[in-house]
């Protein structure tokens, strides 16, 4: 990854952890002993032609080794682009542990067309799934599959490229990968902890790579937020001269589609009527687009490169990322707005590649340089001067110098406040009203979560949130901010009145809380105390949350203690804590404030955020007692 950049608090949080040695090591890896299946060969062969077009072979053996491994070796699915793409079988069979062949019928194909993002309408993804069943598969026995692609038109006349890893999670037997280009291509490549060779012939260059995994080794990662291709065995080559050179190739088909006609600019001037700022302009245009054009289909990929003609577009009210971005770029461009289109992955990639691959971007959004803004109408939920989280901080591909590097990081804007006033019954039983405030990206949750739910769904949310917990109770929510409302500022407030769920007359005690749903309640922090920190790079952001209770007590509850409150206040977490009983009435409250740098942590951060939350945890164990 890219060396990221933090906080001064966090930098020398992490020259102070390396000065001591507290630098996390790799953890050990451990070899599986007990495999569900392994593949015996695993080959691909691709011949490319001066122009960019392809024939690509591939062939796999995998043997069935454990029954849990059966229904995912039982069928095989193979996507292609119809519109550039030819598939064809080669042979497909079970082979039985006593070496008979059973083959595939016809009948076991299933053709699945136009598969795209959201169930998108045919015409906006070329997408087809093939998927093969495999008959009689049973413990011993192997899968084997060939098939040729034929890219018959290539996303970039005379360009191709092209990358695979394959982790060592798994058993491979025998890893072959050969391309077979013309001797005057110039070819860009890297082997990963792959063994590589080249060697020219006549007018033919032919690269290779190999690999082979017998003894895998078991992997206790988790969290796959920010993940490296390189930190894995692997290969790439592409005839690209440079990363620019991709986002180059693009833009030149892309602009033209941007063009400003009569009905763009009617549609411009219409959305923007008594609007004269430009940024007001801009967030008129972004707002309608977002809005108004559905997000659908393949974005940047095979037979994907080309946004669609606008009155398509408009005229369909959907467009994949290509076709939001252009659709913007030419509204802007109306109103005398400049802006380019420029590549970024949305995926979980936060490192450009060595060799310059089309699939290290995925994904096409908006620069506007006048406002140094970047724009991503894909996302109808996300707010105009922001970004959605998987777009945050990454690479950015651009045809220009003056566009930045990275796109911005997270602003930190993740704040909750609750606020809960309970009764405890002489039966034990708690009634209730609870207050919510969230901003930010906790706002932007809470709203979009509550948004999916219809009317009925919404009277019944709090019933629905006790029993899901398994708590005897009922409540409603008396108010709520407006779902339909494009915004990141969220409250509700409810009320609740649960059975008895405390034992009144004996000796008990219990702890306190937020009982209804939230996007940041303080207890949720502590799970990072718990959990292993990650020996790996991760996401991460910084929030606020805060809760204050006032809890009155029955006058049959006798509190032997109330818990003792802390502050503490590290690099990366504040916390602190106060209990005070006056009279029958506890008065609670928490509040911690989490620092992490964002977007992306090292290891070494982790372990000291899981070692600054352990107060936080410690306080929460605490209970009040009582009997």
């Known amino acids: 990854m890219t060396q990221k950049r933090i906080t001064t608090a966090g930098a020398a949080l992490a020259l102070s952890l390396l000065a001591s040695g507290a630098c996390l090591a790799a953890k050990p890896s451990r070899e599986a002993t007990d495999l569900p299946a392994r593949v015996e060969l695993h080959t691909e062969q691709h011949v490319a032609a001066e122009d960019g077009t392809e024939v690509s072979t591939y062939r796999s053996v995998t043997r069935v080794l454990k029954a849990e491994a059966l229904d995912n070796l039982r069928q095989r699915t193979i996507s292609h682009s119809a519109s550039a793409q030819k598939l064809e079988i080669v042979e497909a069979f079970t082979r039985k542990a006593d070496g008979r062949r059973i083959k595939v019928p016809k009948g076991n194909y299933q053709l699945r067309t136009a598969s795209g993002n959201k169930g998108a309408a045919a015409l906006f993804s070329d997408w087809n799934q093939t998927t093969l069943v495999f008959p009689d598969v049973q413990t011993g ?17 005379g360009k191709f490229s092209r990358e695979g890893s394959f982790s060592r999670q798994y058993a491979f037997d025998k890893v072959s990968i050969t391309f077979d280009a013309p001797a005057g291509m110039k070819l860009l490549h890297e082997a990963r902890q792959m063994e590589f060779s080249q060697k020219v012939s006549g007018k033919r260059q032919v690269l290779s790579w190999t690999f082979s995994n017998p003894r895998p080794v078991i992997s206790e990662r988790a969290d796959y937020s920010v993940y490296d291709p390189s930190a894995d065995p692997g290969y790439a080559i592409s005839s690209f001269e440079s990363q620019r050179e991709i986002v180059q190739r693009y833009v030149e088909r892309a602009a033209p589609k941007a063009a400003v006609t009569p009905r763009i600019q009617s549609l411009a001037d219409q959305i923007t009527q008594g609007i004269e700022d430009p940024r007001a302009q801009t967030q008129a245009l972004f707002d309608w687009v977002a809005r108004e054009i559905g997000y659908a289909g393949n974005c940047v990929g095979i037979g994907a490169v080309v946004p669609r003609d606008l009155p398509v577009v408009l005229e369909n009210r959907m ?38 691959v089309l699939s290290m971007v995925n994904h096409v959004i908006n620069y506007v340089p006048s406002q140094g803004l970047f724009l991503d109408s894909t996302d109808a939920e996300t707010l105009f001067g922001d970004l959605p989280v998987m777009v945050q901080d990454k690479p950015v591909l651009a045809v220009t110098d003056d566009v930045p590097a990275r796109t911005p990081k997270d602003g930190g804007r993740a704040t909750q406040r609750v606020k809960g006033v309970y009764r405890i019954a002489a039966d034990g039983s708690f009634q209730g009203e609870m207050t919510l405030q969230a901003q930010g990206r906790f706002g932007q949750q809470m709203r979009v979560g509550l948004k999916q739910l219809n009317k009925d769904q919404l009277d019944t949310v709090v019933k629905r949130h006790f029993e899901s917990s398994r708590i005897p109770a009922d409540g409603q929510l008396t108010k709520i901010s407006d779902l339909q409302r494009r915004s990141d500022d969220f409250s509700y407030e409810a009320k609740f009145q649960t059975q008895p769920l405390l034992r009144l007359g004996a000796a008990g005690a219990f702890g306190i809380g937020p009982i209804l749903f939230s996007s940041a309640p303080v207890p949720a922090y502590a799970q990072y105390a718990v959990k292993p920190a990650e020996d790996h790079q991760t ?9 204050e209770y006032e809890v009155t007590l029955p006058d049959n509850m006798q509190v032997l203690s109330v818990p003792e409150g802390i502050s503490v206040n590290s690099q990366l977490v504040s916390y602190e804590s106060s209990y005070k009983l006056e009279g029958r009435v506890l008065h609670i409250k928490r509040s911690v404030t989490d620092r992490m740098p964002g977007n992306v942590c090292e290891p070494e951060v982790n372990a000291a955020y899981r070692e600054a939350m352990q107060p936080l945890l410690n306080d929460l164990r605490q209970q009040v007692l009582y009997k």
Do not use: W
């Open 539 to 547: 996401l991460c952001f910084s929030s606020h949350s805060e809760e």
């Open 141 to 157: 026995d192997a899968v084997e599959l060939s098939y040729r692609i034929v890219t018959r038109q290539p996303l970039f006349p």
């Open 319 to 356: 467009g994949d990322c290509k076709d939001h971005a252009t659709l913007l770029q030419a509204l802007l461009q109306a109103k005398g707005i400049a802006s380019q289109q420029v590549l970024v992955n949305a995926g979980s990639m936060f490192k450009l590649p060595a060799v310059p």
